[in-house]
């Protein structure tokens, strides 16, 4: 993990690999366009995960309101790069990102990766009988 480099500049991003992977490969996206996705990360705080030669291995970002609410999405690590912990470190920089800013509550969604949130102190929902939502997306 130590090789990677961390980066929230969104000049850093390739975002030919993050539309791709996020328009193909994420169970959580496919079919959304390259322009819904390029909106959402120019409208969010993204974050980078780089090789030591510079290409991106990995995605993410939060969107908030910078004062009471992150929500983590749209973490992507590339199938080449996994196992090596950098869905942990992205984690992990959600929760730093929080702090830095004073904000308390930080909440994401997941299929499969719990353990990997465990690790930066995600828990399932405290009373998920208060929350509601609408969601149009087509099953995954």
């Known amino acids: 993990m130590s090789d990677y480099r961390l980066s929230e500049d969104p000049a850093d991003l390739d975002m030919d690999h993050v539309a791709r992977w996020i328009t193909t490969d994420a169970y959580w996206a496919k079919g959304r366009t390259r322009e819904v996705v390029e909106r959402s990360f120019a409208n969010s705080v993204p974050v980078g995960v780089y090789t030591p030669d510079g290409r991106q291995a990995?995605?993410?970002?939060?969107?908030?309101?910078?004062?009471?609410f992150v929500w983590f999405c749209d973490v992507y690590v590339d199938p080449s790069h996994r196992g090596r912990g950098l869905g942990t470190m992205l984690a992990n920089w959600s929760v730093e990102w929080a702090e830095r800013h004073g904000i308390k509550r930080v909440m994401l969604a997941t299929l499969d990766a719990h353990g990997v949130y465990t690790k930066?102190?995600?828990?399932?929902?405290?009373?998920?009988?208060?929350?509601?939502?609408?969601?149009?997306?087509?099953?995954?």
């Open 58 to 68: 990995a995605v993410a970002r939060v969107v908030s309101d910078y004062a009471t």
């Open 120 to 140: 930066a102190g995600f828990a399932p929902i405290g009373h998920p009988e208060r929350w509601m939502e609408i969601d149009n997306r087509p099953p995954f």
